[in-house]
């Protein structure tokens, strides 16, 4: 019973979020439709015709997630691409499992605001504002507390507890997409030049082939 009455704020927060970023859909919803020559290509993806429409389509099943890797976290995304009777209605949600200092590293939402809800546990959260103050705001939150991140800015959550914790994000977009700022510094493909690396962090190139050298971890 009290799990029910920590989602209800959750979800009121999600309704809300809906107006923020995405464009406003001009039907009552527009299921994806993966099969491009029955579908009407728009805000991202092909719709299928409405009468079509099941309840299947608007629901997805969200289950516990794996946290034994080197983060000790796992975000499971429920956007379009898990429901896919979210596509046009710019909303979706993720639940973000943690284990005992487990940590959702340094990234960001480029196409939406995001706002959690922790359901089990305590989280060490916090986001940096944009240049040129790069101002660290940061809280600890409790079980029941909520915090805003806003849209396009550096965030992270680490499990400051002594046991498992349960966070759920709800996000401004039916595809809000995700960049883990170590992952893609350190860890894209082609790498980056070790000269712009080592200029940007001031650090000896050893520091900077040493971590293009590493396994980056995508906990999504």
């Known amino acids: 019973m009290k799990s029910s009455y920590l989602f209800f704020p ?14 406003s859909p001009l039907q009552d919803f527009c299921v994806a439709i993966n ?4 579908g009407v290509f728009v805000n991202g993806k092909f719709c299928k015709d409405p009468k079509l429409a099941t309840a299947n389509d608007f629901f997805f099943s969200v289950k516990e997630g794996n946290t034994s890797n080197s983060l000790g976290s796992k975000v499971t995304p429920v956007a379009v691409n898990e429901i896919l009777g979210l596509n046009t209605l710019g909303i979706s949600l993720a639940r973000i499992d943690f284990a005992p200092r487990g940590l959702n590293p340094p990234h960001t939402h480029p196409r939406a605001t995001e706002i959690l809800i922790v ?32 849209i396009g800015l550096i965030h992270f959550q680490l499990n400051v507890g002594y046991g498992n914790a349960v966070a759920i994000g709800g996000l401004s977009s039916q595809n809000p997409g995700v960049i883990t700022i170590a992952n893609v ?14 200029k940007a962090f001031q650090v000896d190139n050893k520091i900077v082939d040493n971590l293009q050298k590493q396994f980056w971890l995508d906990n999504n």
Not at 121 to 146: C, E, H, M, W
Not at 185 to 198: E, Q, R
């Open 35 to 38: 099969d491009t020559n029955n």
């Open 119 to 150: 359901l089990e546990g305590t989280l060490y959260v916090g986001f940096v504002t944009s240049n040129p103050q790069n101002r660290l705001i940061a809280k600890v939150l409790n079980k029941g507390d909520v915090f805003v991140f806003p």
């Open 10 to 23: 959750a979800f009121l927060a999600l309704a809300s979020c809906a107006l923020a970023f995405d464009p």
């Open 185 to 198: 510094v350190f860890g894209s493909n082609p790498k980056i030049s070790s000269d712009v690396l080592t």
